[in-house]
């Protein structure tokens, strides 16, 4: 059974940095497209960032040009470098990996890492 564990939340003030880890039990781990994830109260969980088994990255528009996901395959995890945090970063951040539609493979999800921007 596939496994994410989560790590690197806490509170930051605005325009700081977290570097979130997520380390994956999954055979074959460099085979598959990985991915953040984030959950606001009250809002739906929606896809942050992503790279592919080769490497190519993708940002959604409100992380661009701030947040750097990276995956070390030997050691079956995957980054999320965040800089200049906002206020509107605030949520709990899950990874997940992906199918090629971008949307989270397995039902098992993690328990998260609680990301908060506050002055």
């Known amino acids: 059974q596939v496994q994410f564990v989560e790590s690197g939340g806490g509170l930051v003030q605005p325009g700081g940095s977290l570097r979130l880890s997520c380390v994956v039990s999954?055979?074959?781990?460099?085979?598959?497209?990985m991915g953040w994830f984030r959950q606001a109260p009250g809002k739906q969980r929606e896809l942050v960032a992503r790279?592919?088994?080769?490497?190519?990255?993708n940002y959604a528009d409100p992380v661009k040009g701030r947040f750097a996901i990276s995956r070390d395959n030997a050691k079956n995890t995957v980054f999320l470098q965040m800089n200049s945090l906002k206020s509107e970063d605030t949520a709990v951040y899950y990874c997940?990996?992906?199918?090629?539609?971008?949307?989270?493979?397995?039902?098992?999800w993690g328990q998260g890492t609680q990301v908060t921007v506050s002055s």
């Open positions: 997940n990996s992906l199918d090629r539609t971008g949307t989270a493979i397995f039902d098992s």
């Open positions: 790279i592919s088994a080769l490497g190519i990255l």
């Open positions: 999954l055979s074959r781990f460099s085979a598959y497209t």
